[in-house]
């Protein structure tokens, strides 16, 4: 009886110890759903949705040159305070501020260095103003020798021009608006950091309604490939070689001589330093024999063909390279697509003064008959700037697609340079021979060839000099690479016209 009476106690007791570690894993792990439930609650409360569309944080990113944005501060969700934006965005790297205005315009800057409260003038040659009032957006760089913007324990500004949150409020302010000086009927900032128009870029619309910053950085889809999508020797021998193949090539027909290659492109893309490089190469040192630069509209006003010597006193290689007016979107404005037609048969005289708002009209004579061959257009290039590739308007793309229609008409061959490689993706920057190893430029030549309607195999990559004060082995390869494609696919016209 007594024996019986202990198991019955410990049979309670074992039941009551293994019931009560059931309860406790039980309400354990309930518990944990229930933190777990919160938490997510918590995250999707605090969750902060970016005003700036998929389709403007792509173009920003083009501008930027393959990075990616993440929103680190919001002004209506943190405040228009000066110490919210500096605790979301100190010491956070390369930012852009991104603000909205009543008026529909979305506009900001960019800086590359800290925000650190330091009371310094900053010094950021990359540093710009942009402004969207429709598709495409307004770029402003800081101008040479000036100093970026001050960094103090206030609101972001960009050359102590250009406020934004002013005073903690949705506000923006352009400062000395007295030392404006008037052109025509705009107001443009001078002898600054910064050269813009408050009407311009954000339409004197001072009131914000949102005011955002992101974050930027590379984008780690920017990829070297494993196997190069197009082979190079990038070698001496290569060069020397190419250089030779140049020197000796022959027309197909005896009576054209020499090749005639025509360069067509956006303002700024990069034609006539083509010419430059390639004339460099031959000379042996870096020249600059045709006008070139980075102005907003077409430093190339006039129709030139530029032959090349072998050497300084050597005799002239077997191709001319033809420069023309940059294409500009506006109506009234660049090369007219008329002049492009007389170029391309002939009728044009080197040294022919563009009108824009009148095209060239040969003389009866001269009109009555066709050219010679010889005095054709054999090639046309399409030049590119691979850093605006996905900015192009679409008044641009169909002004091209206008000169491509009527290239395609008489039967001449077309290539496209894309320019400015370095310039667009940081693998190239760092190393020049990461080209065709590079996934980001495999994309931005199958984004060319997919805009201007030519194979793949027909968009060349290339990096023009333009800063550089000696030759270099890499840059060379490719340049002579695609003259050497641009002579025999005049050969393949020639063949045609035989």
């Known amino acids: 009886m007594v024996l019986w009476t202990l198991s019955l106690k410990e049979s309670v007791f074992q039941f009551s110890f293994?019931?009560?570690?059931?309860?406790?894993?039980?309400?354990?792990?309930?518990y944990s759903l229930f933190l777990a439930q919160m938490q997510k609650a918590k995250v999707r409360k605090v969750s902060i949705?970016?005003?700036?569309?998929?389709?403007?944080?792509?173009?920003?990113?083009?501008?930027?040159?393959?990075?990616?944005?993440?929103?680190?501060?919001?002004a209506s969700v943190h405040g228009y305070q000066a110490s919210a934006f500096h605790q979301k965005c100190d010491n956070q790297g390369p930012t852009l501020i991104v603000a909205y205005n009543r008026s529909g315009y979305?506009?900001?800057?960019?800086?590359?260095?800290?925000?650190a409260q330091s009371g310094q003038q900053i010094t950021d040659e990359e540093a710009l103003l942009f402004s969207f009032h429709g598709k495409i957006p307004t770029c402003i760089k800081v101008n040479s020798g000036y100093n970026a913007r001050y960094d103090d324990a206030g609101g972001p500004n960009f050359g102590q021009q250009l406020y934004f949150c002013y005073n903690n409020q949705p506000a923006v302010y352009s400062q000395e608006r007295n030392e404006y000086c008037h052109k025509g009927m705009s107001t443009m900032m001078t002898n600054k950091a910064f050269s813009f128009s408050p009407a311009t870029l954000y339409g004197n619309d001072t009131q914000l309604t949102e005011c955002e910053v992101y974050k930027v950085e590379d984008d780690p889809h920017v990829s070297a490939e494993e196997k190069p999508w197009r082979k190079v020797l990038w070698?001496?021998?290569?060069?020397?070689?190419?250089?030779?193949?140049?020197?000796n090539h022959k027309p197909l027909m005896t009576s054209v001589s020499p090749v005639r290659i025509l360069m067509i492109g956006p303002v700024g893309a990069g034609k006539s330093s083509f010419f430059n490089s390639i004339?460099?190469?031959?000379?042996?040192?870096?020249?600059?024999?045709?006008?070139?630069?980075?102005?907003?509209?077409?430093?190339?006003?006039?129709?030139?063909?530029?032959p090349v010597n072998d050497g300084r006193e050597g005799k002239p290689l077997p191709f001319v390279l033809c420069d023309t007016m940059g294409l500009e979107e506006q109506s009234g404005a660049g090369l007219d697509i008329e002049d492009i037609s007389s170029i391309l048969q002939g009728h044009v005289p080197d040294r022919y003064k563009f009108n824009p708002t009148t095209p060239f009209q040969p003389d009866e004579q001269k009109s009555s008959r066709p050219a010679a061959l010889q005095e054709k257009i054999h090639c046309v290039?399409?030049?590119i700037d691979a850093t605006k590739i996905s900015l192009m308007s679409d008044k641009l793309q169909e002004k091209l697609a206008s000169i491509r229609r009527k290239v395609n008409s008489l039967g001449i061959s077309q290539i496209v340079l894309m320019t400015k490689v370095d310039e667009a993706c940081p693998l190239v920057e760092e190393d020049l021979q990461s080209l065709y190893v590079s996934s980001y430029i495999k994309t931005?030549?199958?984004?060319?060839?997919s805009r201007l309607g030519v194979p793949v195999s027909c968009v060349l990559p290339v990096k023009n000099y333009s800063q550089e004060l000696e030759l270099e082995l890499n840059c060379d390869v490719l340049?002579?690479?695609?003259?050497?494609?641009?002579?025999?696919?005049?050969?393949?016209?020639l063949d045609d016209a035989c």
């Open 106 to 115: 979305i506009f900001g800057g960019y800086t590359s260095v800290d925000y």
């Open 235 to 247: 070698t001496a021998n290569r060069r020397a070689e190419l250089m030779e193949i140049i020197r």
């Open 444 to 449: 931005k030549v199958q984004e060319v060839s």
């Open 49 to 74: 949705t970016p005003d700036l569309t998929e389709e403007k944080r792509k173009q920003l990113c083009a501008l930027l040159g393959n990075v990616e944005l993440s929103l680190l501060y919001k």
């Open 479 to 493: 340049l002579l690479s695609a003259l050497q494609q641009m002579l025999n696919f005049a050969d393949d016209y």
């Open 381 to 383: 290039v399409y030049v």
């Open 18 to 30: 293994v019931l009560f570690w059931f309860f406790f894993f039980f309400f354990f792990y309930f």
């Open 279 to 306: 004339n460099s190469i031959f000379t042996g040192h870096v020249t600059n024999k045709a006008m070139s630069g980075s102005a907003g509209t077409s430093l190339t006003v006039q129709f030139r063909t530029y």
